[in-house]
Structures are given as C-alpha cells and as structure tokens.
C-alpha cells in the first residue's frame, strides 16, 4: 500500500467534506495502526489536529504512550502541537509530503498568537517575553506533586518503559 498516497487521499476527502487539508497516518510493521484528518472544522476542538487524532488512536490500540516501531505520515510539516507530540511518542520515522512553502500560496492558519512563520521564534523565548500573556504564581505545594510522583514510582523520575536516549541531567519535564 502506498501510506503516503493514503495521506493525500484523506486529506483531500476531508477537504471536500468541509474540514481542513491534514491527515496523519500511522504504519506499523507494513500496516496501517491509525489514520486521521484534521477535525478541528468539524469539532470545534482546536487540538483535533490529524497528528493528534492518530497518535491517540494508535497509542490507545498499543496500550501504550510509545510510538517505537512506527512510521507516521503526515501531510505537511506538523504545527509546534503536533511537533511536540510526535517526539513524544517516539516513532521512528516522520515523513512529511509537503512543506508551508509549498501551500502558503492556497492555505494560511495564522492566529492572534500563533504565527507559523514566526512561532519557532517566539517559542524560543523566555516564557515572560512571549506574545501569550503568561505569569507565573509559585507553589511550593505544585512541587509535592512531583514529589508524590517519585514516591509512587519507587524513586525514579522518568517515566517506566519510556525510550530514551542516555540519562540526562535535568530537571525540566513535560
């Protein structure tokens, strides 16, 4: 079967019944695993995007968070949702069918804060100079959260069975 083909051809079905021109399709061992169009349009949900759909799909029919062992077709490069998902789930392989530069003549999604052109740049910002209003109010009660976490979890920190590359250092987390 020809995934990518499969990619285009829901993409376009979903434009002709309204929606929005992204689909996601996700391939495991020469199958498909879970496909999606984007149904923001249709759902009024902001984040029904194609990539979404399909990675919660595919990871409710694994019973597992972890992509491993996928290769996930999309149609154009993924928003920094999407993006941000996809490495989170780990698949092996992400392939893309189109780039903004191809489609920025027929198609645009820019949002009071969320620019594609620029939203790389402002993402790389410290979160008190972005465009989003944001304020931070701490809790020394919010980190007992995480504490109880490590607690329940015999003392680690990271997720059990979650791919990883080396251990690293660090204290920030999704």
């Known amino acids: 079967m020809d995934f990518a083909q499969r990619t285009i051809d829901l993409a376009r079905r979903n434009v002709e019944e309204g929606g929005r021109p992204f689909a996601t399709v996700i391939v495991k061992d020469g199958e498909i695993l879970a496909e999606s169009p984007n149904l923001v349009a249709q759902t009024s949900d902001p984040t029904a995007h194609a990539e979404i759909l399909a990675i919660r799909q595919a990871c409710t029919t694994l019973g ?92 680690e920190r990271r997720v059990a069975g979650a791919p990883t590359t080396a251990p690293r250092n660090t204290s920030a987390g999704a």
């Open 64 to 155: 597992t968070e972890h992509l491993t062992g996928t290769t996930i077709y999309i149609l154009a490069l993924p928003c920094p949702m999407c993006l941000g998902a996809l490495y989170y789930c780990s698949p092996d392989e992400v392939v893309f069918l189109t780039t903004r530069e191809a489609y920025a003549p027929h198609y645009v999604d820019d949002r009071k804060y969320f620019e594609l052109n620029t939203f790389y740049d402002e993402f790389a910002r410290p979160w008190d100079e972005r465009r989003l209003p944001m304020r931070h109010e701490p809790r020394a009660d919010a980190v007992d959260v995480y504490r109880r976490w490590q607690e329940r979890n015999n003392g």
